[in-house]
């Protein structure tokens, strides 16, 4: 009997999840589906810029388990671009990464899923209802806040 497979963690879950090629019918086309999961590893990586270390530590896989779903995303989305197949995002084994917030009034500790579109200035604590809610977990760095600085990787590389 195989093993089950991991869930790995995510961060981000698209609004759109159909993308084709202009003027041609979707139920024309072939589809190339890209999982969740597939997904996450490309926005990492080459969205963030990330070192692939960095990218297995966030989603919470091993090195060689990342490298395998980056090279089956970017393997899928070359087949589309270069086919012209439509790409279907969807499915997969994942688990929605959790922001965790502590209220400043009452010490409350809350967790709210990334992808809500609530950041901490915008949130109140569910327990007391005051808007004093800071951020805690050690993960999550916002823009301006990240731990390498402005110029030092990612999108500025130079």
């Known amino acids: 009997m195989p ?13 759109v999840t159909v993308f084709k090629p202009a003027g041609v019918p979707l139920r024309e086309l072939e589809e190339e589906v890209l999982t969740i999961e597939e997904l ?3 926005r990492l990586k080459d969205l963030e810029g990330l070192e692939q270390e960095d990218c297995a530590e966030r989603m919470q896989v091993s090195r060689p388990t990342f490298q395998r ?3 089956s995303a970017r393997g899928k989305v070359a087949r589309a671009l270069v086919g012209g197949k439509a790409i279907r995002v969807e499915g997969g084994n994942y688990r929605l990464a959790a922001r965790r917030f502590q209220c400043r009034a009452c010490s409350h500790e809350f967790e709210v ?3 809500t579109g609530q950041r901490g200035i915008e949130m109140v604590c569910p327990q007391c209802g ?9 993960d999550g760095h916002g823009f301006g806040n990240m731990p390498w600085g402005r110029h030092g990787r990612g999108w500025n590389r130079g």
Do not use: S
Not at 3 to 15: D, N, T
Not at 132 to 138: A, F, G, L, N, S
């Open 113 to 115: 899923p990334f992808g």
């Open 130 to 138: 005051a808007q004093q809610v800071h951020r805690i977990d050690q």
């Open 69 to 71: 779903v980056l090279v």
């Open 40 to 42: 996450e590893a490309l």
């Open 3 to 15: 093993r089950p497979p991991k869930f790995r963690r995510v961060e981000f879950l698209p609004e």
